[in-house]
């Protein structure tokens, strides 16, 4: 493959104080054939989220007139991502709190031809002021997804995702309120590749969670049940889709310097 786009898009709630700081770390030019888009999916804000978003230069920006739903936000994402022309997607929360500086290290194995599906994870790097409550959370849903999958995972939750085309094409979110897990299962148990690479997280300081531990419970784990009930079939994956003609990536200028978690990455702005 010769050139390729990357859609990377922002599910968006009320996040007027902190979208444009996302957008504006979201790295455009890292690697010579590879295109990035922005888009926002301004769910239902009362804010100012999206001339916020405008502001900070995203490419495309869809505005619903109510709330949707965080799940509903992101299977949004992924089929407007598509019909952009996205060779890869990557999703990304608005609320700074994940570091858009490290998308390169996201698409490093999908560009590789390793993987198709590619976590930033925290619990592989670095964490700044996860409260405990909200991490045992965390290592409870990801055990879960761990036992119904029958393999390893570190970080079940995570809120910055890189997806290959057919990942795009084949993931299902079975329910509006949340993506994470139920989206996991079903690209996992259709036999995509899932990789995890360590990110650098810091917690918001701007903005609210939108996070409720009770609706959370009762929202999530029956779609994770009804998930797991559907017969997942097999998709044929092509592992060379994303990988690029090697007259474009020159060894100087190329992945040499992607997936490299020691070299300094841009501190996220807070
Ligand atoms: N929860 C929620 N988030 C939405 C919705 N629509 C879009 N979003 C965005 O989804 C992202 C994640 O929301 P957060 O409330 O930060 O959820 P989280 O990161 O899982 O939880 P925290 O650890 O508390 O930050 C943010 O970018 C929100 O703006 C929605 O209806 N509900
Ligand atoms: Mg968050």
Redesign the pocket.
Known sequence: MKQQKVIVF??????ELS?GEVIRAVPRHFMPGIRVEVLV?N??STDRTEEAAREAGADHILSFPA????G??VRTGMREALRLGADIGVMI???N?YPAGQIPDLLKPILDGTADYVFGSRFKGQIHG?KLH?RLGNYAFTLLQCLLLRRWIRDG?S?MRAFSRQALQHGEIRHD??Y?QVLTLNLVRKGFRLAEVPIRYR??TK?????KFRAYFKAVLPAMIREMRQPAHKVRIDKQAHVMDREIIRPEDGLKGLGDSDREIPEVAL
Not at 10 to 15: D, G, K, R
């Open positions: 922002l599910p968006a709630h009320n996040e979208v999916i769910d239902g709330n949707r739903g965080l509903n936000a929360d608005a609320d709190e996860m909200r939750q809120g309120y949340n994470a917690v918001r903005g609210q969670s939108f996070i």
